[in-house]
């Protein structure tokens, strides 16, 4: 199959950007959309020009290294999948397929279509941990933990940190992420300790950063490649007013 | 963390006060409609009604000075909240996908707007009773019943008898439920008050509920303008 691609170009944070067109030819309906950016990649390289910057690492949907805005959606039109498992099948022959960097003000541009996502990385040594020492592997069922918790904070624990969820929320809010990270680790009896350290700090975090502020409208659950659920951002909302009230001291080093 | 600048100075603190607010302003609208259904039960049960609700100040100035606060508080945190979210993606995308986020959601800034300028005028029209905006050229501070109490009955009927003005308060409760379709589940999520299990009977309430409260506000002013009563 044939399609033409139409992708954003910049070759720096400061540089402007622009759309150009690629075609894009003889490809299998069961490449990986990352495939055919190789193959396109191929064919410039080849020409002398610049091969086209895009993040990718696992190519197995659990890295949360691949981004991209494709046709307007974070990760392209299938659900629950990252960009390395969307294949040419679920395009049209002869689309034209738009490629755009994931845009918000906290992941700043480095190179076409890749943005910098150490803000996650920050929020996470907000609070996203266990200070205690984990030690060897305990018998199972040494610690209790109900059956509807493990498997939540297996859900929360599925977040792969890739950004889809501030790339597609209109507020480029990262209430998804968070709300993920505090989650996995607030509904464990290992997280008790810090649970509303964790939650205060993390949030602080975010907001630093740049996030916007959440406006329940779900796009960041409809598009996100683990299917996070929006449940985790009122569990998250829940931690932190009643950190709140009770006057839990700030997340800082210093305070630990 | 101190409470007061948790609450003001973090994203999560600002949503918190627009949906605490939000929570009096809904239970308002349930009980401004539930008393305005009375008109059905005719002129003696809807004017004592008002009467009732007028003549104890001790009651009233309170209760409407807290709603007051609770709309200033719900405007601000919105204003504030969307300025600083319009802030947060500098570049915007050259093909948008609205995706699952619904209309309602999206335009929640715009409805709450025109909601605003809606309040201002009903509040001039019927609280205020501004001769000059209620379009019929009838004082309306002058109708008694005949007890000698204000006439709100003969005031409905006569107030949303002209159209324009019927056809304003249709679009004002029609965007203030469209608004509540999407604010009711959206502040019980904020407030944390959402689980797995509740949460589709919660979505599905708040746009049924929405629904119920368009057609109680909206059957006063219609029934008036289709002269089913006189």
Redo the contacts between chains.
Sequence with gaps: MNVTL?V?RQEGPETPGK?VRYAAQNLSPNMSFLEMLDTVNETITKSGEEPIAFDHDCREGICGMCSC?I???PHGPEKKVATCQTYLRSFKDGETI?I?PF????FPLIKDLIVNRSAFDRIIQAGGFVSTSAGSAPDGNAIPVPKQHTD?AMDAAACIGCGACVA?C????AMLFVSAKVSHLNLLPQGQTEKERRV?GM??Q??QE??????????C???CPKGI???F?????????G???R????ATVESV | ???LS??F????????LMALTGVALVMFVVVHMVGNLQFFLGREVLNHYAHVLKSNPEILWPSRIGLLSCVIIHITMAIW?TI??R????????????????LA??T?IYSGTIIGAFIVYHLLHYTVLLQSINLTGRDFSVFRDVHGQPDVYRMMIIGFSNSAVSGFYLLGVGLLCFHLS?GI??ML????????TY?TTIERASVIGAGLLFIGYASIPVTILTGLVK
């Design positions: 139409k954003w759309f805005i046709n307007g959606e738009t755009e845009r918000a003000k906290a939540a597609a209109k507020n480029a809010s205060l949030v602080e975010m907001d740049g996030f916007g502020a959440c406006t329940v409208t779900g796009s659950e409809a598009v659920s929006l449940n951002i009122a569990k998250m909302n829940r931690d932190y007013f950190a709140l009230l006057g839990s001291p700030k | 963390m101190n409470l948790g609450l100075n973090s994203s999560l603190g600002k949503k918190f909240l600083e979210n802030t947060k993606r500098l570049t915007g995308y050259a093909v948008q996908d609205a995706g699952a986020a619904s959601s999206r929640m999407h589940w959206a999520q904020t407030l944390g008050l959402v689980n797995e949460r």
